[in-house]
């Protein structure tokens, strides 16, 4: 089965200029893409993980989901050849003198588990730094498999991948894009290579669509978290880091790593709004400022609203914030809406946003609905 790609997202082709000294990135080739405004399902922090790789000669698989852009060392050297930051295989050969050259079959794989399975809407092969080295084509294939697949049995004959980028031609030192239009869950995606060469990263960009069954034995949880299908709409500021730290899984381990905002002169006040996993009632609420310790928000409020007409009704008054604390509020009367809305006072920022509650017994019905539909 093949995924639709959208023809009108930039493409590159052919060798980048090799590294001439400065800064590596100067002619680094790149394009707004209009679907990395979703999550990214291929993050180290909700758990995904490239699994297995039929070769990584030259450079781990792992390299492929570093969150970090990769780094180059033109001075950097091993055993093996330049080290490179990225999944790098060895040249393919032919079978013969008289045959040199890879066949048109031959290609190197890596499998990805996806951190949280979701609907893909777009991928980025990215060959930063791999500028003569890069693969002449890549395809990108998806599958669904319950549980916690070894690699063995996600190679077996009876497992249904998906195409979700056909083979196409990239370039090199390039972010390559590939919008997706399959309307499944995935939870394991099949990197190619066409014949070999090296990719420094994958990001797969989509919307998480979490087990109904796991959310319901759980009971209350956090209705607003990336993992279990929440996800942020929009923000009023996002100049230091992006507005979906607030709901990534676990605490804020450094500054970067929540939500912060550039600092205001006006009058105003800065915002995030989110939709919830589905319609839910909301029991208690955390308000996290971890690290940000001579920047966090002065004051805070949430605002919750039912449904895209609804009317937002705040749920937690404005409220003093303390650096670096995480504040605990227990709601005197369970609020039930599908989207929230924090907003800091007049700036700085938060690093993580905490709605714990449970589904409604319609919430419940639709996404029950949505998983079957998707495939889940």
Avoid: C
């Avoid at 195409?163 to 990197?191: I, K």
């Avoid at 209350?220 to 009023?236: H, I, M, P, Q, Y």
């Avoid at 690290?291 to 966090?296: I, V």
């Amino acid at each position: 089965m093949t995924a639709q790609q959208n023809p009108s997202l930039a493409s590159f082709t052919g060798d980048a200029n090799p590294y001439g000294g400065g800064d590596p990135y100067a002619d680094y080739r790149t394009a707004d893409l209009p679907f990395t405004q979703y999550a990214n399902l291929a993050d180290r922090q909700l758990g995904a993980g490239v699994v297995a790789a039929n070769d990584e000669f030259f450079a781990q698989r792992e390299n492929l989901l570093v969150p970090e852009p990769a780094e180059f060392d033109p001075e950097h050297f091993g055993h093996k050849g330049k080290v490179m930051d990225g999944w790098e295989t060895r040249r393919r050969r032919g079978v013969s003198a008289e045959h040199p050259w890879p066949t048109e079959d031959d290609h190197d794989w890596a499998l990805i588990r996806l951190g949280a399975p979701g609907v893909i809407r777009g991928i980025v092969v990215d060959t930063a730094h791999f500028r003569g080295n890069y693969p002449q084509a890549v395809s990108v294939e998806g599958t669904s498999v319950a549980g916690s697949p070894s690699p063995r049995e996600l190679l077996a004959d009876d497992v249904k991948w998906t195409t979700l980028v056909p083979r196409t031609a990239v370039g090199g030192h390039a972010a390559n894009g590939f919008a997706v239009s399959a309307e499944q869950r995935f939870t394991h995606l099949r990197l190619k290579q066409h014949p070999d060469g090296g990719i420094a990263r994958l990001r797969v960009y989509g919307e998480v669509v979490p087990d109904p069954a796991w959310l319901t034995a759980l009971g209350t949880f956090d209705v607003v978290a990336l993992e279990n299908g929440g996800r942020v709409e929009d923000a009023s500021n996002l100049f230091y880091s992006p507005a979906t730290n607030t709901i990534q899984p676990g605490r804020s381990r450094k500054m970067d790593d929540g939500w912060e905002t550039r600092r205001r002169r006006d009058q105003g006040n800065d915002w995030i709004r989110y939709r919830l996993v589905d319609r839910s009632r909301i029991r208690a609420i955390e308000i996290d400022t971890a690290y940000l310790k001579g920047n966090s928000a002065g004051w805070a409020s949430v605002s919750v609203k039912d449904g895209e007409d609804g009317e937002w009704r705040e749920v937690l008054p404005r409220t003093r914030m303390q650096p670096d604390t995480n504040h605990r509020f227990v709601l005197p009367e369970a609020a039930v809406g599908t989207h929230a809305r924090v907003d800091i006072f007049p700036d700085g920022g938060i690093s993580r946003l905490r709605l714990f509650g449970s589904l409604t017994e319609d919430g419940a019905t639709r996404l029950a609905a949505r998983h079957q539909e998707l495939g889940g």
